[in-house]
């Protein structure tokens, strides 16, 4: 009996828990999501910014990958200032090889074993979940609460929910079955053995804007269907990935198994990306990012690839309760972490005519003014404000809003730069909020990422359903807003955008957002639409990373 | 209450038993294997072959698919004559555009009226078992008792797991979930809707050998995930898959459902098959053949593509009890169907000192003289040699078989003609058994489809695991074969075959063979070397054809 079971019995109350909210899709939150002190320590947030200072300016040496050729690391913070943090650079070559030495034990291990291993490995790293989120806040650009949230106890629910359903999934079938056939007087008689095989190394291309979020389930999905990981962060955001492979490394090794079934890999001159995923040795590719390199990585010859890509968010105003709590969930949806969001709605569509509220009608004009009324609320609000908008990563997001305001359409609500408390440099705006013709789909059926909304006025809302429907199809959506009292149009809503792949939100208000996906419950991006080939975590995404190959002798 | 929900009640026990097996993976048939007056009616037999000859020199016009521009057909008995048979021909646009209209109701069935629908349709169908085995023996080549098992019980077998795995996986996750997430005093409630989609139309390419078997699985997947289908089967091997899709129609337009869900597609002038493929109205695509076309495929973009390609399968000889009735096995495994099933064994490894039989060493020349005798005795048996070989489907592997017999290599067995009474023109051909040195890979490291069986000389039986895995990993393979009475061997065996994708069987001996695969037991070609991407029936090879959306609104 290998140590490793010891583990997977530890662990077991908390896969089984994560299990049960698989199936029935309830809420469950292993890691609580405040970031108080009175759950993670009081000293748990000023430990962590110390130890992400600490890092700061320095060899980055802790994932104990020896043999660097070089060093290297060009990290900003969107809020104004340069990391110089550097990581051990290596050759794709280099970290293929050992990867696939690594390979062959780390398969072999029993499907518990792994799962209980992976479980040890994320309790050990949660510890870190405060310097993670500093790490995340300096590179992405997010907000503290939202860094904390997003690259600890979200992601590292997203990692167990991975976890848990792998281990179900190669463990669903009985590894011995007895057969036998009947033929007239006699039987064949049959014994079966079957076995879960992992395929090889994966190779997990991660985002600027959600590095941790966006890679630990397939790095998690990978690890427990019993492949090796190469783990390349974007350029921009390797602090927080760099911080969770280095703790993955050490929790392996310090239970006895290989750290090199998890290898970081870190930019050159050369972007490493393509060059990995294509290389010989490996199999598996996932991907977050851009639609043209995910499509370029989705045509890549005998390898099995899960992409997360661009789509275009909708949201459909028909009839509320009352305006306002609608308008200011929506406000806080567009200034969540400045629209960085793949899931942040983009097209407003609004009927001409206008919203019914209750019995009356809110003329268009008076939607569009008063939506931006909450929003200069919100982002004027100096205790709520900064935070929720934090910081544009890239810098050619603040050259597209401001191409977007410069489009010739009338800019509702111009955006405006905000002040980030003790971060002087902060690359910090507002939305925009821009008001784009129904008929002219050239420009708002694209992607554009940041803090830009589109508002469309509509014949009516059925135009409004079919214009969302079709841009859910043709361009992609991971979320759908629809704000309706007519359970006629909620049903027809449904009809329309679900089979499109767009999941929706009905109603929203109060502090639930089209934005979240609730691990265990939601599937984000559902792969049923150009906005991405998998959803996180269905049964797809993990049976794919393995294969059942059986044995049969007569019994 | 839609019609469809009564079939799905109707065939609920049929389901239920298919999918309990597929957990247990013990045995089950559904329909018998047995060609038996017994089981079938005593005049089934004359009135299936009654029904076929009815066929030939005739338009096929059982499809009722209306508007051909064109008919045409070219098929030929390997028995030696023409079918004459002639079939509406339709263009790419005009299948998918039939297609893509069927697609929307269909999906928006329930997966359990597909369900429903789709075994009612294989129960009606399975009636015609006997038409299509002689339609599938005229096409194929195969011997009469094979036509009937391959492309009735055992595809229909097929088809059932499909769509059970397929109901299964539709509803494995609830419809609606309540979720409630606290947050302090107050919490969030939401209502959830889920919901399996069907990802639009999907191809299947057939292949010439086993045109109802390799297909069925496929059909049935992507109509019971709510796809609708078009059947595009190979130019020589129409008519039992017309005869299916034709059947098929039938009943779904009886029950009230749209015929248009399932099309058969001919070929032309032009091959059907890339043009359907690579449509833009097309989402899925099955293909099983030669692995150029089936990597081609594979590449195409945008495209959900699982396939069968070619493999090379190997028999690893070592150690036995008694080694008559193993040669004996082996004998029929290569003889059956003339080595031209994607199973048949091809590489026989043999140790250079002999395989031991009990205590005593049979010298490698006596091993490969009395295999010789074996296969020579089946193929001069009058009784079971021409049923059991069959004919050879396409000419070009009379080529292949003349050809390999002149590679320079010692043949140990010609190749001999096989009269097949009543079929003058029958093209029958025994094996040949042909040595190749273990050092010449480029030689048998390559699929020889056909009556060809290289036995090769090895050190001993660790060289010959070491070949057989490297084999299997680098040109595929979908069966292994080992012989031996050594368990640590067994163990060894497993640990190198299974991880490369090589399903292994012991020591068969009597009426089962490497040839065979168990529905509901056995996964048929493990998705794990390059034999194919794709599994039967295993769960990916069904949750990749549809995906899940969801709806959430406050509770």
């Known amino acids: 009996m290998s140590p490793f079971h010891e583990l997977h019995d530890r662990h077991r109350a908390t896969l089984d828990a994560a299990l049960d909210a698989i199936q029935s899709r309830a809420f469950l939150a292993h890691w609580p999501e405040p970031p108080s002190g009175k759950i993670y320590g009081e000293t748990a947030q000023a430990d962590g910014e110390a130890a992400f200072k600490a890092l700061l300016g320095a060899r980055f040496d802790a994932l104990k990958q020896e043999g660097a050729a070089r060093w290297g690391g060009a990290e900003e913070s969107p809020y104004g200032f340069p990391l110089n943090v550097t990581y051990p650079l290596f050759d794709a070559d280099t970290l293929v090889a050992r990867a696939n030495a690594a390979f062959p034990p780390w398969r072999n291990l029993h499907p518990r074993e792994r799962a209980g291993l992976l479980v040890e490995a994320l309790e050990r790293s949660a ?140 930019d050159g001159e050369a972007p490493l990306a393509l060059t990995l995923a294509a290389h010989p040795g490996v199999r598996l590719v996932d991907y977050t990012g851009g639609s043209a390199f995910g499509e370029e990585l989705e045509r890549l010859p005998g390898k099995i690839v899960f992409t997360e890509k661009a789509g275009v968010n909708s949201v459909l105003l028909d009839s509320v309760d009352e305006l306002d709590p609608v308008l200011e969930n929506l406000a806080f949806s567009v200034c969540l972490y400045s629209g960085q969001m793949c899931t942040t709605p983009q097209n407003f569509y609004i009927p001409a005519a206008g919203v019914r509220e209750k019995d009356a009608l809110v003329p268009y004009a008076d939607v569009v003014r008063r939506f931006g009324e909450k929003v200069s609320a919100l982002v004027s609000n100096e205790k709520a404000g900064p935070g929720t908008l934090g910081a544009l990563q890239n810098p050619a997001t603040l050259e597209r809003l401001d191409a977007a305001q410069r489009l010739g359409f009338p800019v509702a609500l111009a955006s405006i730069p905000v002040a980030q408390a003790g971060f002087a440099g902060a690359r910090s705006h507002a939305p925009a909020l821009i008001e784009v013709p129904a008929d002219r789909p050239d420009t708002y059926l694209k992607e554009m990422f940041g803090p830009i909304v589109f508002l469309i006025r509509t014949a009516d809302s059925a135009e409004s359903i079919r214009l969302a429907a079709r841009s859910a199809a043709t361009v992609g959506a991971i979320t759908f807003a629809a704000y309706t009292t007519d359970s006629a149009m909620m049903d027809d809503i449904e009809d329309a955008l679900l089979p499109v792949g767009a999941p929706v939100s009905f109603n929203l208000t109060g502090p639930i957002w089209v934005n979240q996906a609730a691990t265990f419950s939601d599937f984000h991006v559902t792969g049923g639409n150009p906005a991405g080939n998998a959803s996180l975590v269905d049964p797809a995404f993990i049976v794919r990373r393995f294969f059942i190959a059986g044995s049969r002798r007569p019994a």
């Open 127 to 266: 510890k870190n979940f405060f310097a993670i989120a500093f790490a995340t806040m300096h590179t992405t650009g997010q907000g503290f609460i939202m860094s904390f949230q997003a690259s600890g106890p979200h992601a590292y629910d997203r990692a167990l929910e991975a976890v848990a359903l792998g281990l179900q999934e190669q463990t669903r079938f009985p590894e011995s079955a007895d057969w036998e056939k009947p033929m007239g007087r006699v039987s064949v008689k049959l014994r079966k053995n079957f076995r879960a095989c992992g395929r090889g190394t994966g190779v997990v291309v991660g985002c600027s804007t959600f590095p941790v979020w966006n890679s630990v389930p397939a790095i998690f999905a990978n690890l427990v269907t019993g492949n090796t990981v190469i783990v390349k962060p974007h350029p921009k955001s390797v602090l927080p990935v760099a911080i969770v492979v280095a703790d993955l490394r050490a929790a392996l090794a310090d239970c006895g198994a290989d750290p090199d079934v998890v290898q970081l890999a870190v």
